[in-house]
Structures are given as structure tokens and as C-alpha cells.
């Protein structure tokens, strides 16, 4: 599978109070008007100025902090294409597996805003075609992948009526 | 080869020897979701037809992080709970009973248990020998369906503490100087071990407090072995009987140890906006606060209030703070009613919220208006996370935080402890 899409670069640590804030938690039970507001307070123009499709691309512990699936689930409904980051904050990068959203690890230094991106998954290669680099990704662990092959992790279960990951 | 506390007690959920970096399906005792992950658990297990709880006396539903509702979303977010509690027979803990973390060790987690919440701060109940950790929506719901979840069996960092806090410093002080440490993702994916002499006296309340900030530094657990204290904690809880001894091997293979000298900290603060920027108290005194807050899961027992309460007593914060204070749980707010506890915050001009998760989330009960600046004894300081961007967190001890609104700015609390 190839992804294309624009590179919109954010900075370390941008947390889930930066991609879901807990002043909209009224919205956790309306996730599309919640990802109107998705990253709003890393940056209060990313939801209109994105396109379906693009990447957002980050340095290091993306997804830090609270729990709330939210986080992933509106960044997936705004369109966001994948997650490129250098690292993931651990509940995060679960979470966004079993709903669907797929991150990337890999050194996102030589990506700049703006930068037209196409992901490979299969060669787990990133094109930058901007700037006509390749990067490579760190795979993603086994379990994970059947995790996102099965579309997330609630229709794994529904289809096995169980876990069968190890 | 030695086990540490994760290897064993996810071994023994697992049915089988397991070493750190193997992936294992395990067996979970407690499940937990609060009002702002629960709704979505049960509309996600709702969606597969799994709307069901295996162990529902072990299924926890908290109303905490908007308690009272601020807002009719929210009442109706509350009411997805109530039904579900209804439906399957979990448990429902109320507005005004606490904050989750707090609720959970009081009256629901055991040594060697597992403990899978929705909530990152989850990794408090580690404090009592168990492997709690914090999980998303639809992880927590297929738990609740079905007893169990996947793991990564996660490698250990040992934090070997030794030597006797000042006067004036407190476990809150031990674990942002550790996060400062090894910085915010310094831990990810790890489980943190606590322990060294220090920790084996330190009492529960100290040790909760240390194993709610393993998630600061990315850590997947905060766990200590359980022993006497342990013990005499659940016995003081009613539950004498779940007692047992949980510790790690003395050949346990550790990824890294990190040794502590709890003589050497200082009162310590972590600066806006993230946990990790810590500097010592001693060197913000130019930083005036408009509103302090005494509470939360990190910092809202007995114990942290009797501190502040301390330090307060027959006093007035100052004429520009707002002093906020919030007991985690029913029960403390009863015991700091009948100490005296409350009278005395709201006669230095405190006010005095219901128990639960207070403003540390940004949802009601003291959002920061633009530029203000807070200083909060919660765990988290990120930017927006009470409830505006453009506001500014500091976090420190409940002495530091009750002298500094005395103050008006931030201000080490030795001076007036020490004497």
C-alpha cells in the first residue's frame, strides 16, 4: 500500500492535551466535531489548513500523557494519512493501532514542512519527494500488525471471538 | 535467572515463565474506566456485541474527571455509565466518591494482581505489589469482556533509593527529580521498580505517589513490592486477607539502575510544559502564582493535606492567589472534616471542592484564564491541560504548594519548616 500526502512538522513531546484537549472533553461523545479541533493548541490553523491525506510528522514521545483514545480516533476521522514520529509515547502508540491508525516510527530530522511524503508500508520505506531522500522505518512489532491487518483491535476480536496474537 | 515483579506477576497471568520483550495474553483481575474513557469502551464493545463484564464485582466505572457535570454532554456522557453498571452489574463509584486511582487502592487492588485502567495514571495502584497500567478505551473494553488483554512483557529500570528526605522534602520531590532525571520519555515503554531502604519505610502514601508518576517518564508500570507496610495498609482497608508478598528476585536482570540519594533533593518543581523541566523551589522565587491547587490522585491524601494543613493554620494565603483544594476520595474529605482539616483551609480563604480529579483536567473547577500561572500538586503540566494554552502549570509538593500561596509566589517550604 502507498500513501501520499504533505508533511505538516511539529516539535517534541506534543502530548494529547495538545491533539485532543481536556477543555473540549464535553466532545469525547461527538469524535467529529472534536476532530475539528484536532492539534488545536499546537497549532489553532492545522485543522483547517490540512488536507485528507497528509502526515503529520513529529520528533520525539509523540502522543504523551493521557489515555483517551480520542487523541488517535480524531486524528484518523480529520484524515491524517499516518503518524511519523522518532518515538511514541507507549499508550498511545497502542491506542492508535487498535483503532486503525498507523504510525510510523523512523528519524523524521530530514522531513521539513510542507515536504510531499510517500510511505511505503509494505517496504516500510518514506519517500521524501521534496527533498528526493528515503527513509527507512522501524517495523512495527508482529503482534501489532495483525492488530492493524484485522482493521483494529475490537474487529480482531470480532473475529475470533478472541485474541490470537502469540 | 531472576524474575523481576512484572516477569512474575504477568507470568503467573499468563500461565508460564516469561522474560521481558515477549508478548504474552494475560488474565486481568480489575478493569477501570472514569467519564472521559468509559463512554467510548463501552460504545466500542457495544459495536461487536461484547456489552458485557466477565468479572463485574472487579469492573470499576469512575465519575471523576467531571464530578458534578459541568455540562449536559457530560450528564449524558455519565448516564452511558450508569447504564452499563446497570446492565452488567459493575461497579459504579459515584460523583463525590474520588478520584479512580485513589478509589482503586482503597478498596479494590491487590499484591500480585493485575490491574488494567483507562486512565494513564493507572500505574498508581503498582504502589501495593500489582502490575496496574493504563490503556485506552477499547483495550480497557475487550478486558472487561473478556478478563483479559495482550502485553509486552516490559523490561525494568530498578530505582534504588537510600538515605532520609530533609525536612521539608517529600516522595513528590523524589520522583520529579527522578523524571527530570531521565526526562519525560526517559522510562517508555519500562516498568519503573522502586525500591532501597528509603522506600522500604516509606508509607503508602509516599509509595502511591511515586508509582502515579511512573507514566511522566513514559513508564508502562511504577511498582514496589509489597511488605509490612503493605500490609497493615490493607488490614487498615479491610482486606488483611488479600495480603502477599510480591518481590522481585535478588538475581532479577535489570535494563538499568539508577541510584538515589534522598539526603541530597531539595523541594523541586517542575516548570511549564512538560513534567520533565524541573528546577529546585529555591530558584523560582520570582514566579508569582494566581492560583495553587491541593489535590488530585498524586497528591490528595490525608497525609498531603495534613502537610498543607500545617503549614496554613491560622494563616491567609495571599491577598492575589486562589487556593483550591480537593480531598481524592469521600473518605478523606470525611477524616479532614473531622481533623479540623477543612476549617482550616477555608479559613486561610481556600475553596473546597468534591472529591475527584479537581481542575487537573482542565474540565471545571479552576480553569486558568490567559497567562495565569498555577502552581498544583497533580502530576501533569502540559500545555492546556487545565483547560487553556495559553496558561501556565507548575508542579510540587503539597508544602510547597501550601507555602507558595501563602507567599504568592513559588517559595521553598524549609523556610518555614525548618527551624
Known sequence: MIKQGKAWKFGDDISTDHIAPGRLFHLRTNLPELAKHVLEDADPEFAQKMSVGDFVVAGNNFGLGSSREHAPQVLKIAGVNAVLAKSFARIFFRNAINIGLLLVECNTDMINQGDELELDLAAGIIKNKTQATKIKATPLPDVMIKILNDGGLAKHIEKYGDFQLV | ?419
Not at chain 2, 31 to 58: F, H, Y
Not at chain 2, 88 to 102: F, K, M, P
Not at chain 2, 125 to 149: E, P, Q, R, Y
Request: with cysteine; hydrophobic share 40%; charged share 25%.
Open chain 2, 1 to 419: 535467572m531472576g524474575k523481576t515483579i512484572a516477569e512474575k506477576i504477568i507470568g503467573e497471568h499468563s500461565g508460564k515463565k516469561v522474560t521481558a520483550g515477549e508478548f504474552v495474553v494475560a488474565n486481568v483481575d480489575v478493569t477501570a474506566v472514569q467519564d472521559g474513557t468509559g463512554p467510548l469502551t463501552i460504545q466500542e464493545i457495544q459495536k461487536i456485541n461484547l456489552e458485557q463484564a466477565k468479572n463485574p464485582s472487579r469492573t470499576i466505572l469512575f465519575i471523576d474527571h467531571a464530578a458534578p457535570s459541568p455540562r449536559k454532554e457530560l450528564s449524558n456522557a455519565h448516564k452511558i455509565l450508569r447504564d452499563f453498571a446497570k446492565k452488567t452489574g459493575a461497579i459504579l463509584s459515584e460523583v463525590g466518591e474520588g478520584v479512580c486511582h485513589q478509589r482503586l487502592v482503597e478498596d479494590f487492588v491487590n499484591p500480585g494482581e493485575i490491574l488494567v485502567g483507562a486512565d494513564s495514571h493507572t500505574c498508581t495502584s503498582g504502589a501495593l505489589g500489582a502490575f496496574a497500567t493504563g490503556m485506552g478505551s477499547t483495550d480497557v473494553g475487550i478486558a472487561i469482556a473478556l478478563g483479559k488483554t495482550w502485553l509486552k512483557v516490559p523490561e525494568t529500570f530498578k530505582i534504588d533509593v537510600h538515605g532520609s528526605f530533609q525536612q521539608g522534602v517529600y516522595a513528590k520531590d523524589l520522583i520529579l527529580h527522578l523524571i527530570g532525571l531521565i526526562g519525560a520519555d526517559g522510562a517508555t515503554y519500562k516498568a519503573l521498580e522502586f525500591t532501597g531502604e528509603t522506600i522500604r519505610k516509606m508509607p503508602m502514601t509516599d509509595r502511591f505517589c511515586l508509582s502515579n508518576m511512573a507514566v511522566e517518564a513514559g513508564g508502562k508500570a511504577g511498582l514496589i513490592a509489597s511488605d509490612e507496610i503493605t500490609r497493615q495498609y490493607l488490614i487498615s482497608r479491610g482486606r488483611g486477607d488479600k495480603f502477599r508478598p510480591i518481590d522481585s528476585d535478588p538475581d532479577a536482570v535489570y535494563e538499568r539502575v539508577i541510584n538515589i540519594d534522598a539526603s541530597k533533593l531539595e523541594p523541586t518543581v517542575s516548570c511549564p510544559h512538560t513534567v520533565d523541566n524541573t528546577k529546585l523551589a529555591r530558584e523560582l522565587n520570582d514566579v508569582k502564582v494566581d492560583q495553587v491547587f491541593i489535590g488530585s490522585c498524586t497528591n490528595g491524601r490525608i497525609e498531603d493535606l495534613r502537610i498543607a494543613a500545617n503549614i496554613l493554620k491560622g494563616k491567609k494565603v495571599h491577598k492575589d492567589v486562589r487556593l483550591l483544594v480537593v480531598p481524592a476520595s469521600r473518605e478523606i474529605f470525611i477524616q479532614a472534616s473531622r481533623e479540623g482539616l477543612l476549617e482550616i483551609f477555608a479559613e486561610a480563604g481556600g475553596a473546597i471542592n468534591t472529591p475527584g480529579c479537581g481542575p487537573c483536567v482542565g474540565v471545571h473547577a479552576g480553569i486558568l484564564g490567559d497567562d495565569e500561572v498555577c502552581l498544583a500538586t497533580q502530576n501533569r503540566n502540559f500545555q492546556g491541560r487545565m483547560g487553556n494554552p495559553k496558561g501556565y502549570i507548575y508542579l510540587s509538593s503539597p508544602a510547597t504548594a501550601a507555602f507558595s500561596a501563602l507567599r504568592g509566589k513559588i517559595s521553598d517550604p524549609r523556610e518555614v519548616l525548618v527551624k
